[in-house]
């Protein structure tokens, strides 16, 4: 699997708009980027996927860049319980394929 | 959506005893379910892939003699953990993918103790 790149950690204000970026340049052709989320000590959460569309759902929207080497998790109205570490992955489309973690983005919402 | 439990979801074990995990999907059936682990601070690392009715295959560093897994069937794996140590501390994660979504879910870990 690529290997991604994010900032280690971020701050928000509540109400506004997180913007996480993750960089995947040797992202291939047939990976997709999924996003999860992992709030203190709890199981990792699905935010959202998608291999080179922007992708939006009712958590957030994903921006991936046209060349596909990276791409941008968007929470459109951060709450105090969006606070969490924000892991971007690049993996085959495959249930039967492990995710690879990196260290994430630890965001920080503010009130 | 689909819901991956684990159980117990703590322990408290002494030093030289053993310890089974389980991990269960509930609403759909998963060929293949994966063992993390997760130390305080740090991401989730890999540690083994399950297999429904095989062997499971451990990445590099992870004892398989220690860290026994069983995946008995499409919606049951265990990972017991044998003889114990404290170093052993740690927040166990499984998770499960679902064919039909593509999608792996989380259980929502177990944290072990030894003490």
């Known amino acids: 699997d690529a290997k991604t790149t994010q900032p280690p950690s971020m701050d928000c204000a509540e109400g506004r708009a997180a913007n996480l970026p993750c960089n995947h340049s040797t992202i291939s052709g047939n990976e997709y980027v999924y996003w999860y989320r992992q709030i203190h000590s709890q199981g990792p959460q699905y935010i959202i996927h998608g291999l080179k569309n922007n992708e939006t759902n009712e958590m957030a929207s994903l921006i991936i860049t046209e060349d596909r080497k990276s791409s941008t998790l968007i929470l459109p109205h951060a709450t105090l319980r969006d606070t969490a570490v924000y892991y971007c992955?690049?993996?085959?489309?495959?249930?039967?394929?492990?995710?690879?973690f990196g260290g994430g983005t630890r965001l920080m919402v503010k009130p | 959506g689909a819901v991956v439990s684990q159980h117990p979801s703590w322990v408290i074990c002494k030093s030289g005893t053993s310890v089974k995990i389980e991990c269960r999907s509930l609403?759909?059936?998963?060929?293949?379910m994966f063992w993390y682990r997760q130390f305080p601070k740090q991401s989730l690392m890999l540690m083994a892939t399950?297999?429904?009715?095989?062997?499971?295959?451990?990445e590099q560093g992870v004892e398989k003699d220690k860290f026994l897994i069983n995946h008995a069937s499409l919606t049951l794996s265990t990972l017991t953990v044998t003889s114990a140590h404290p170093e052993d501390s740690s927040f166990y994660i499984c998770?499960?993918?679902?064919?039909?979504?593509?999608?792996?879910?989380f259980g929502p870990g177990t944290r072990l103790t030894v003490t």
């Open positions: 399950s297999n429904e009715g095989s062997k499971a295959t451990y």
């Open positions: 992955i690049v993996t085959n489309n495959n249930a039967g394929n492990m995710l690879t």
């Open positions: 609403d759909f059936q998963a060929t293949t």
């Open positions: 998770s499960a993918g679902a064919t039909i979504s593509y999608e792996q879910y």
